[in-house]
């Protein structure tokens, strides 16, 4: 298995830096997080660093220094966090090289998704990413992210369910195909409790993608992008 993805955050308001490495630890990554600029120098000085996340409660001009010094060819990525008005900042730091500079307030599920888009520049997204009608699921996690902004975890068995249907698109799945390939989490895997797995999982989904077809099975008709 690859080593997970590591993301420092160093001096990340609180309440941020809190609910961003609950959301990131979910996916599969590992997070530090360190308040003070000699905390920062000894973490980045060592090996192993994804992506870099420096908080507004630094100084822009201490944000830069850790750029200078740990950023650039073979080194993390940088996100810097900015007040709204620090305009010249911002520019400072796209030109030194930051991947990314982001106006406070922000939203911690949008800061999440530029780190995954940085993790998967770098062949390091840990993600399994599955996008339907109204939820993306990663399949590592077991999380459904639905669009309302509401996350649901998903059972070791619906994974198994979910990736059954996933690697037999437009194809029909008999009863017998699904006890033998998903099994489920207790022993009443059979006849209609095979019924209720199904409709327990589309609802958890929220998708249509996947219907009964009556007398023969159940049939995975993936959206566009699974297309072949």
Known sequence: MAARSVIALVSVAEVVATDLADHLERRGHDVRAVRQPWEAESLLSGKGIDVVVVGDSLSQAEGRD???RHGGEGGPDFILICRPADLVDKVLALELGA?????SPLNVRELAARIGGLLARRGRNAGELVVLENATVDLRSAMVMHRSGTEEQLSPGQVALLRLFLASPRKVLTRDDII???PAENADAFDRSIDSRIVRLRRKLDTETITTIRGAGYRF???TQFAD
Request: glycine share 0%; net charge negative; no cysteine.
């Open 66 to 68: 850790l750029l200078r």
């Open 180 to 182: 033998a390939a998903a």
């Open 99 to 103: 991947a990314d500079v982001v106006e």
């Open 221 to 223: 008709d993936p959206p």
